[in-house]
C-alpha cells in the first residue's frame, strides 16, 4: 500500500518560508519522480514542480521559480518544497504525488497525499 505523507504547512506572513516534507511508503522512492501540486480555494489544483529520481533535475511552474526549490533526501524516503517569500496568492492546500515517469508528472501521477494547508497573510 503506498502511502504519502505531507507535512509542515501552517499560516505565514508574506515574505515568509515555510518548509513541506512528503514522506513516502510503499513504494520504491529512489525510483519514483516525486511532484507537488496545490489547490487554492475555489480554484482547480495546479502543478507547482516536480524532481526527478535521482534530485538532479527539476522543474517548476513559472508562479513559483524563483521562490520555490524542490529536493529529496533517497535515504529518508523524503521530498521537500521549500518556499520562500511567500505570497497571499500562494495560499493553498499543498499535495504531493509520486510518478512513474519524470516527463509527463505534470499531467500523469500514480498516487497522491492528503496535502497540508499553506496560508500566506497580507
Known amino acids: 500500500q503506498v502511502q504519502l505523507v505531507e507535512s509542515g504547512g501552517g499560516l505565514v506572513q508574506a515574505g515568509g518560508s515555510l518548509r513541506l516534507s512528503c514522506v513516502v511508503s510503499g513504494r520504491t522512492f529512489s525510483w519514483s519522480p516525486m511532484a507537488w501540486f496545490r489547490q487554492p480555494p475555489g480554484k482547480d489544483r495546479e502543478f507547482v514542480g516536480a524532481?526527478?529520481?535521482?534530485?538532479?533535475?527539476?522543474k517548476y511552474s513559472n508562479s513559483v521559480k524563483g521562490r520555490f526549490t524542490i529536493s529529496r533526501d533517497n535515504a529518508k524516503n523524503t521530498v521537500y518544497l521549500q518556499m520562500n517569500s511567500l505570497k497571499p496568492e500562494d495560499t493553498a492546500v499543498y499535495h504531493c504525488a509520486i510518478a512513474t515517469r519524470f516527463d509527463t508528472i505534470a499531467r500523469i501521477q500514480d498516487y497522491w497525499g492528503q496535502g497540508t494547508q499553506v496560508t500566506v497573510s497580507s
Open positions: 524532481i526527478n529520481e535521482s534530485g538532479a533535475n527539476t
